[in-house]
């Protein structure tokens, strides 16, 4: 090779590399999408099994947590909360100078910035993460994951984060901001999930299959984002006015809707719950008023 052929050592093409601790569905879906992207991987988890297909596939799994995080820069955390990254961290804490824990862990924001603090104190940097999709979603070009934390952090592994979501879309400096996101979006999905689940028990009792009432719950569902859009602005210009929509009206429906329920003999704890909301509203005399009004209800509670 001629001197002019001669590749410099900052031309040397940057290692690929990443490990992944927690081999749940999404760990082991991230794991893979790594492989796929030809990165050195290399695994822990407690229950070693979950590995075999992926090492079978080139990755590596290490002897135990410490080998695991000493491994690689970049260490990728999906356990269930931060109480399982405490636990499964703490033998490993002297391998976690100069380590990015990217941590897609739920929990609670405070529990994000004490994780950020934690990390901090051992020498690491913690980039938060909200996964907003399921493990079939991980590696999806419009798949998106959430982050918050240092932002030099997130700019100088971005080609990393970008192999589990398409969109990588950092939020700020506050290490609790992605998680305080993930947990708005998770809010909405169960709620609507659950009623999704107790409108199927009110079909079946009436002798209707969950694909029956398919149609109707989709296009309810459909319809949401335009609710969701109207009332926005009208809510942060703090305009409840009952021009279009009213509280009394709503708290009688979510009545008849309650009674229906229980003609079904259904279980019948979140539609009470729901009307329970609504019954409050009315008695603190926001009956004239749109039904957006049960913000305050709810801030108060």
Do not use: C
Not at 4 to 10: A, F, I, L, N, S
Not at 28 to 44: F, H, I, N, S
Not at 157 to 178: M, Q
């Amino acid at each position: 090779m001629s001197k002019e052929q001669t590749v410099r050592p900052q031309e040397q093409p940057q290692r690929r590399s990443v490990t992944v601790i927690g081999l749940g569905p999404m760990g082991r879906a991230m794991a893979a999408a790594y492989l796929d992207q030809g990165y050195e991987v290399t695994l822990w988890n407690r229950t070693a099994s979950r590995a075999d297909e992926l090492v079978a596939r080139g990755a590596v799994f290490a002897p135990d947590v410490a080998a695991a995080v000493a491994a690689n820069e970049l260490v990728v955390l999906s356990l269930t909360d931060f109480a399982a990254v405490y636990a499964v961290l703490e033998p490993a804490v002297p391998a976690l100078s100069g380590r990015v824990l990217v941590n897609l862990s739920s929990d609670t924001p405070d529990r994000a910035r004490e994780g950020a603090e934690w990390a901090a104190g051992h020498g690491a940097v913690q980039l938060t993460g909200g996964v907003t999709v399921s493990p079939a979603g991980v590696g999806q070009a419009d798949s998106v994951i959430l982050y918050s934390g240092p932002r030099e952090v997130f700019d100088g592994h971005r080609a990393a984060l970008t192999v589990l979501a398409g969109v990588a879309d950092h939020r700020g400096e506050d290490p609790g901001l992605a998680a305080l996101l993930y947990q708005i979006n998770m809010g909405i999905f169960w709620n609507s999930m659950l009623s999704y689940w107790q409108a199927i028990a009110l079909a079946e009792a009436n002798g209707l299959s969950a694909t029956d009432i398919l149609p109707f719950a989709t296009a309810t569902s459909d319809s949401l984002a335009g609710f969701y859009a109207f009332y926005a602005g009208r809510i942060d210009a703090g305009q409840h006015a009952g021009d279009v929509d009213r509280l009394a009206m709503g708290a009688a429906s979510v009545d008849h809707v309650l009674h229906t329920m229980a003609d079904a003999g259904v279980d019948t704890a979140l539609p009470a719950a729901v009307a329970a909301l609504f019954r409050r509203g009315m008695d603190a005399g926001y009956g004239a008023d749109s039904f957006s009004r049960l913000l305050e209800v709810i801030r108060k509670n």
